[in-house]
């Protein structure tokens, strides 16, 4: 760590591999990869041999960094997908992932005809396909109800523009509680579906909601598998995933740049913080779970030994901007490194460059 | 060994050299905006198996202290050629590729021959296909040459150099000429 500039990420494409091998073998199905959970374009060139089954992209950004690196299929999934990511995608030979029947007549406005072989998929709102698992909780404003794909099917038809898949998703950390729902509500789905299609659907995209600690063991898979097999007899079922695959395969470091007494509380000031790592100060959230780090000492001598709580704070002004804590413990001193693992996923998620600080670095392990 | 013949030795990197150090995201998404700029990048689009190993400024810093061994261990040599396809965009090259005795070059192996038969001698040639970008082709060979020797001491140095270099333990499909190295430390096939 020492010649690495902080704050950093540090990722390792080995873990990122392994976690996508063993998540594609316990869903039993193809696996996409969501770029939006990790853009680093250097990490995706050292797993691109392993992520055959496709990249999700989200953005005319996210198409470029991926362009020409990979032949696994590409899937272009966005509400806000434009003309000009609309032509780039085509020119790429990306599957649209058709959000809202604006993008459908979008694409049935433009000539096509260089395009094919044309690949176009429909988004399904989850609430629509399982409404009571959903619920409230997971309401979601992405893609359509059934009226609308309906319409957006018969549209696409009488265009001459076939609709090869459809895919649905209910969002963030929905596996254990929509997953089986979403499982066994598409097959009648996908039955009124075809109804309005010269051909039948040959893939569904399930999603994934996939929670960063995931564990191949949990009878969940099993039971899921059984769900998703009578699917499999009819079309290619297939997931995508960002952060189950990423967040393992991350460490964010940041070095100490001050250490303070406030009352009884220790402050240790850090370089780098929810600018950088937005996720570990767990603002999105009401109860907040503070992550405990590793501490990695940078030069000699020892360390002071305290029972008294220790607060990671960030470098911003912001009175959220904390990141860490250690209920007693060594306390570190300036120059060491501060690292916290599982957070691989996400870092790019910031909400604004508010003091214009320094961006974190990223690494890889060779 | 025929006096003069020369020495090489190749293998495939199924590991990087550098396992377990870190090295800086350094690559960028190309300055694209107009569909036929997609379309051409497509095109390049290939599957290939060979994983990327190592990133662009591992591959110069590879070279360069291969390169500079090389010369440490047999100072005779006269010229160290290394493949260089094109500058990176994004990485500068090390100034020990840059020096008087160093020769970036398209094709090593092509022309290493052409400056023997030109009466060169001690010429050593490093040629690979090392992946460090998705949009490369290769299989992350590398091979290293030592030609027209100008005797048999230089040979053995040159030798010498191979084995106490990090290439052995990460590479397969080793090959040696001439093939009286039996003693050649090599990596298990996988």
New interface residues.
């Given amino acids: 760590?020492a010649?690495?500039a902080t704050p950093c990420f540090?990722?390792d494409p080995a873990v990122v591999i392994s976690t996508y091998s063993r998540l594609r073998a316990a869903l039993a199905t193809p696996l996409i990869v969501s770029l939006k959970a990790n853009p680093?374009?250097?990490?995706?060139?050292?797993c691109?041999?392993?992520f055959?089954d496709g990249v999700e992209l989200a953005s005319q950004?996210e198409?470029?960094?991926v362009?020409?690196?990979?032949?696994a299929p590409k899937f272009v999934n966005t509400p806000g997908m434009d003309l000009?990511l609309m032509?780039?995608a085509?020119?790429?030979?990306a599957t649209l992932v058709l959000d809202n029947l604006d993008q459908v007549d979008m694409l049935t406005s433009l000539d096509v005809r260089a395009a094919t072989p044309l690949r176009v998929a429909l988004r399904v709102n989850a609430a629509s396909v399982a409404e009571a698992a959903i619920g409230r909780a997971h309401l979601d404003h992405f893609g359509m109800d059934v009226e609308a794909l309906l319409l957006a099917a018969d549209r696409l038809t009488r265009a001459a523009v076939e609709v090869r898949g459809l895919h649905v998703f209910a969002g963030s950390y929905t596996f254990e509680s929509c997953s089986s729902a979403l499982a066994d509500n598409a097959d009648a789905l996908i039955t009124h579906v075809e109804q309005h299609l010269p051909k039948p659907i040959e893939f569904i995209n399930l999603g994934g909601g996939i929670a960063d600690d995931w564990d191949e063991s949990s009878p969940k898979f099993a039971d899921y598998r059984r769900r998703i097999a009578r699917l499999q007899v009819r079309l290619t079922v297939m997931h995508e995933s960002g952060r189950a695959l990423f967040s393992r395969g991350g460490t964010f470091a940041t070095r100490v740049l001050a250490v303070k007494k406030l009352d009884r509380r220790h402050i240790v000031v850090c370089d780098g913080g929810l600018a950088h790592c937005f996720m570990l100060a767990q603002t999105e959230k009401v109860l907040k779970r503070l992550r405990q780090p590793v501490l990695l000492q940078e030069g000699e001598g020892s360390r002071l030994a305290t029972d008294a709580p220790i607060s990671f704070v960030g470098n911003s002004c912001n009175r959220a901007d904390v990141i860490g804590e250690m209920r007693g413990g060594m306390l570190p001193r300036i120059g060491d490194v501060v690292l916290f693992d599982g957070c691989g996923a996400y870092h790019t998620y910031s909400p604004t460059n508010f003091l214009s600080l320094k961006p974190a670095?990223?690494?890889?392990?060779? | 060994m025929l006096p003069g013949a020369p020495v090489t030795y190749s293998g495939r990197l199924q590991r990087?050299p550098?396992?377990?150090?870190?090295?800086?995201?350094?690559?960028?998404?190309?300055p694209?905006?107009l569909?036929?700029e997609?379309?051409t990048?497509?095109r390049?689009?290939?599957?290939?198996?060979?994983?990327?190993?190592?990133?662009l400024t591992?591959r110069y810093r590879l070279l360069a202290d291969l390169a500079g061994a090389a010369k440490r261990h047999v100072p005779a040599i006269s010229l160290t050629l290394v493949r260089v396809a094109s500058p990176s965009y994004s990485v500068p090259m090390p100034a020990e590729l840059l020096q008087p005795d160093v020769l970036p070059v398209l094709d090593p192996d092509a022309l290493a021959p052409r400056l023997v038969a030109a009466g060169r001698s001690n010429i050593v040639a490093i040629a690979d296909d090392i992946r460090c970008?998705?949009?490369e082709l290769g299989a992350n060979r590398i091979s290293l040459a030592l030609h027209r020797p100008s005797g048999d001491d230089v040979a053995a140095a040159f030798l010498a150099f191979l084995r106490s270099s990090p290439l052995p333990p990460c590479l397969t499909e080793v090959d040696i000429m001439p093939d009286a190295t039996p003693d050649f430390p090599r990596s298990p096939t996988p």
Avoid at chain 1, 67 to 71: D, K, V, Y
Avoid at chain 2, 44 to 55: F, Y
Wanted: hydrophobic share 50%.
């Fill in positions: 760590m010649q690495a540090i990722f680093s374009i250097d990490l995706f060139v050292r691109a041999h392993a055959t950004g198409l470029d960094l362009i020409g690196r990979t032949a000009a032509k780039a085509l020119a790429s030979r670095q990223c690494y890889l392990v060779s | 990087s550098f396992v377990g150090s870190l090295c800086a995201a350094e690559l960028i998404a190309p694209i905006a569909p036929s997609y379309v990048l497509r390049c689009e290939r599957h290939i198996s060979a994983p990327v190993l190592m990133s591992q970008d998705s949009y």
